[in-house]
């Protein structure tokens, strides 16, 4: 069964693969998928013997481009669709052992440059109005292939939490005739409290009203609506915090901080998001404290309400002086 | 600190409370605050040396009736309340080994009527917009003491999830006429591969777009905006299909099944929400295997688009051949 429903109760589609349920699962690294093919009759996902970044389609996809027919039939207020899309895996490196930190800035800056053309190629599909490049980082986030890698999603519609934010943002453009995050960009630079990083055309900073104690958002100063609106010194730019970002995260509590990188940019759908969207990279750490765990529970989950223990202005200057 | 702020990009409130980064943390069963205090010198949080359901407030409380001031101003797009609201604790029982499900149908029976009072005594307070009753369950969903209970918070304004759902059902209801929850009832109640247990006045079903792969939502077939809506009969069969939906949990893979379970009852600010609000539980475990968990990761929780490995029909199946 391999197909998206749509939950009448909130409007959200959910996408249904049940292959998946026997995915890969933390296999020994000696049998890493993500791993280059070092021995020809042992072939992993990646079929040359070394690289630099590579990437593939999912083998475990959740949307592909042509789905299989939904096993089930829309009635009455249930709704259903193929799982068109499209999922893609972006391996870091052929060095199992590494993390994007420890790549450094010009590795950084090809992954960069990898996300802008698959944002690019993917947007193109008629199939896809969302591309979403994302990663998640260890195993108390679900991780099932330690090997350094992200992901890139193509889904058929724009997801609820950018659509959320892109409502908000058209709003605000039409009450206020100005980009938000555009605004919110200035706040942070005057203020500077929430301030993690900075430079010629980027910010890090932990929001102002956090769902997580170490959240931090990684956002331009100017009004990029995606990665195709970087220059190639912006490009450089957002290469440079990141790793300045990472290199905080893994120094903070002295291990590799497991985290979900979720990337905001504009639907490629048509040209309407322009004016509206803002780029930006949002960082979801779990912890909130070296031996604890911020969970999602019954007010997150159930209700849609953060609680956070730790003050922004707090979790900063921690990541400040981390790094 | 102890304040709420909004989140300029989604709007949505966000509540910091940061004395709570050292609230009790899975203590040693002897020295469980719930518990009854069984000598005199060493109090627990019920001042009772038995007792059958208590209630009171929490004593790490993320939101209180009357608040200290925030520590920040509003500046900008950047908005800041007093964390005005309520916390309360449900203690489920006097005995700290006991479950919900264990102590059977009258016990739960009289935790309904708890909800019930709580709701109605909450929700007459001016600033209390919203009675949320929740239950967490098992340390993997982040709960720090094992003793049976569950929480109600007073939310100061409706919190994301519900809203989102009252919106839809509001549009349902202008362009349809009808309830989106009677029909959901109705649709699940003739299809019947989803349904995990049935009564007189209740039916639990895993939802047709669940987005966790045991999820099960409990609902009245008749239009109930709340529990002051039910009838005595229906408040018993309430306790009844509940038991029912534990028993088939802790059955399912043989030990107690962590979840959350999150109630969406009528907002208390007003009338308005009578016609639009239909009373619901939604439970949602995080297991997908006996050893695997559901994680919320990138798509989820950067994208809100919740992915499930697991078909409705065939959770529902096993549901019902558990208990």
Redesign the interface.
């Given at each position: 069964?391999t197909e998206r429903?749509?939950?009448?109760?909130?409007?959200?589609?959910?996408?249904?693969?049940?292959h998946?349920?026997d995915r890969t699962?933390l296999p020994p690294s000696d049998q890493c998928p993500l791993c280059p093919t070092r021995d020809p009759s042992v072939p992993t996902e990646v079929p040359w013997s070394s690289f630099d970044v590579a990437v593939f389609d999912n083998r475990f996809p959740?949307m592909v481009a042509h789905p299989p027919p939904p096993?089930v039939a829309a009635?009455?207020?249930?709704d259903v669709l193929p799982a068109t899309g499209a999922t893609e895996v972006v391996v870091y490196s052929d060095d199992h052992q590494a993390t994007l930190a420890s790549l450094g800035q010009d590795r950084i800056r090809l992954v960069v440059d990898v996300w802008a053309e698959r944002y690019a190629a993917l947007g193109q599909r008629e199939d896809i109005a969302y591309v979403?490049v994302?990663?998640?980082r260890g195993e108390v986030?679900?991780?099932t292939l330690h090997h350094p890698h992200g992901?890139i999603?193509g889904?058929p519609e724009i997801?609820?939490?950018?659509?959320?934010?892109l409502e908000?943002?058209r709003r605000h453009l039409a009450e206020q005739g100005t980009c938000?995050?555009c605004?919110?960009v200035a706040?942070e630079r005057a203020d500077g409290l929430r301030l993690v990083a900075r430079n010629d055309a980027f910010i890090a900073f932990v929001?102002?009203?956090?769902?997580f104690p170490y959240e931090v958002h990684v956002v331009a100063h100017r009004h990029a609506p995606s990665l195709l609106d970087l220059s190639d010194p912006d490009r450089d730019a957002l290469a440079a915090i990141l790793e300045q970002v990472l290199v905080g995260y893994d120094a903070l509590f002295g291990f590799p901080l497991p985290f979900?990188?979720?990337m905001?940019q504009a639907p490629s759908d048509d040209g309407e998001w322009q004016a509206v969207s803002h780029l930006h990279l949002?960082f979801?750490p779990l912890h909130?404290?070296p031996d604890?765990?911020?969970?999602?529970?019954?007010?997150e989950?159930?209700?849609?309400?953060?609680?956070?223990?730790?003050?922004?202005e707090?979790a900063a200057a921690a990541l400040r002086a981390a790094r």
């Open positions: 069964m429903r749509r939950d009448p109760l909130s409007g959200e589609w959910r996408t249904f693969a049940t998946r349920q699962f959740s096993d009635f009455g207020v249930h979403f994302f990663e998640n986030v679900g991780v992901q999603y889904y997801p609820p939490v950018p659509a959320r934010e908000v943002a938000l995050l605004e919110v706040q929001p102002f009203a956090a769902r979900i990188m979720a905001h949002e979801t909130r404290a604890r765990l911020k969970y999602l529970a019954g007010s989950l159930g209700g849609g309400a953060f609680l956070n223990d730790v003050a922004p707090r």
